[in-house]
């Protein structure tokens, strides 16, 4: 057994055969990396590893050499585990991101649906490009089920080396900001990125906004002077991020001056219009997407297309064409009076966002169905009941994945910031969105909220099957509608 305390990448690549951060994974030949994670400390498995055949061990504690025993193994003792497997991963797969263009897309709310707006946009003007998100992972015909927004570093590397070796020319990642805290794109060179905005969102794990903020610029700080980011001029933390990247930056807004700007925004129930202002010149854009949020993922994935030297009257096409993004304030369609609609909101601001969105449209009540996520940050939840019972005309409060919490704990603490009695509570979800589809009436609306796109429900470890939109669907038909 050797130690090293230096790590020259290129040197242990060349005879190693894989690379893992998960000793079930290893095999002769492999390099393990032994991570300190928030539920399973990697240097307690550091000995299955080199019994499944690695040849290398890398830790940040050169003491953990003398505890694995004797073998021909080398370990290498480094300041910070996960961003050696990045830098590692990045080697190993020969540096995907420095041939394939890599956009990095990051803040609270809007990800998901920019990725696809540029998606089509990139469509439209002949390119090839792959999505890494929250809905799935997709390039060419294959398509992955996403566990994580974003995944892995090896994981993350290998989908990008699969990519390149298919013609991709771009990849849309959403990033996180677990992502980004735990360097999971630390072997990633970014082509340009784009920040959306920042809001109140996973304090369990960042334990202040600030923190979040600061994981979240991480992003825009290590981007080159030859890359660009495209950024929310009407958030504050925005302003704040331009004075922290090097990249060139082009901003959008609606409130504020900015490069990328919309003008007289107009929106029904099917479609929202609205006059684009920027340097390159004035069109009117309409697009099947609904809402003022909307529009600002419209004008980020305008100003990056622009950025990109896209034209506007492929951009016009490509954003009236597109169709919807599957779980993201997605209409039901059905033969009812009142209108139904899902969507992915799970924060105090998407749900501010979608609600006032609808009271625009709506002639009627608004009626909403919400619950939150077990074993996720616990400060937000009796804020999204204020918001949702303040801003909606009813609430029905009910389960939304509570995972190992207990469910009914869970609406307690939802209960604490509700001050009004416009609302009920129904655990079981299915009787939930039938409550609230029999409360609704001619020219009402009815947003269920909080799951999206998801197709399971998680209740103390055990995963059922359950989507929103099968739900509301059966519950319709039951109702004749």
């Not at 020259?8 to 994670?37: H, L, M, R, T």
């Not at 009627?364 to 937000?380: H, M, N, Q, S």
């Not at 609306?445 to 103390?460: D, F, P, Y």
């Amino acid at each position: 057994m050797k130690l090293c305390r230096q790590m020259n990448i290129k040197q242990f690549i060349k005879p190693i055969k894989g690379i893992s951060c998960n000793s079930k994974n290893v095999s002769d030949g492999f390099i393990f990396v032994a991570i300190k994670g928030n539920r399973q400390d990697g240097n307690k498995f550091i000995r299955e590893a080199i019994a499944r055949g690695a040849k290398t061990v890398i830790v940040d504690d050169a003491r953990q050499s003398k505890a694995a025993g004797k073998g021909k193994v080398s370990f290498i003792a480094v300041k910070d585990t996960r961003k050696a497997l990045a830098k590692l991963a990045a080697e190993f797969y020969n540096h995907p991101s420095s041939k394939i263009k890599v956009v990095g897309i990051t803040g609270t709310n809007g990800k998901t649906t920019i990725t696809y707006l540029i998606e089509a946009l990139l469509k439209k003007s002949g390119s090839s490009p792959a999505v890494i998100g929250t809905i799935n992972y997709r390039f060419k015909d294959k398509i992955i089920v996403s566990k994580n927004t974003t995944p892995g570093p090896v994981e993350l590397e290998s989908m990008l080396a699969d990519m390149l070796r298919q013609g991709v020319d771009y990849c849309l990642m959403e990033v996180s900001s677990h992502a980004l805290h735990q360097e999971r794109v630390g072997g990633i060179g970014f082509h340009s990125a784009i920040f959306t905005n920042l809001t109140q969102d996973h304090l369990d794990y960042h334990k202040t906004l600030e923190n979040y903020f600061r994981t979240k610029a991480k992003l825009f700080r290590n981007m080159s002077p030859n890359t660009f980011a495209v950024i929310n001029n009407d958030d504050n933390y925005g302003k704040r991020l331009k004075k922290l990247t090097r990249a060139k930056i082009i901003t959008y807004g609606i409130d504020t001056n900015a490069r990328v700007m919309a003008r007289d925004i107009e929106f029904d129930c099917k479609r929202t219009r609205f006059h684009l202002v920027c340097p390159e010149g004035k069109i009117i854009l309409s697009s099947r997407l609904i809402g003022k949020h909307n529009v600002y993922n419209i004008l980020a994935a305008v100003a990056w297309a622009l950025g990109e030297g896209i034209k506007l009257s492929t951009i016009k096409s490509a954003i009236e064409e597109f169709d919807f993004v599957p779980g993201r304030l997605q209409r039901i369609v059905s033969r009812s009076k009142f209108s139904v609609f899902i969507d992915y909101a799970h924060t105090e601001d998407a749900l501010k966002n979608v609600i006032n969105s609808l009271r625009h449209l709506s002639k009627g009540k608004i009626i909403v169905v919400f619950g939150c996520g077990g074993e996720r940050d616990k400060t937000k939840r009796p804020k999204m009941g204020k918001t949702v019972t303040r801003l909606s005309d009813f609430a029905v409060i009910t389960n939304d994945n509570p995972r190992s919490e207990g469910p009914l704990d869970i609406i307690e603490d939802i209960k604490r910031g509700i001050t009004k009695k416009n609302y009920c509570v129904i655990p079981d979800r299915l009787k939930a969105i039938k409550k609230s589809l029999s409360l609704a009436g001619p020219g009402d609306i009815v947003l269920v909220a909080g799951k999206g796109h998801e197709n399971h429900q998680i209740t103390k470890g055990r995963i059922a099957h359950f989507d929103d939109q099968e739900a509301v669907r059966k519950c319709l038909r039951s109702m004749n509608y």
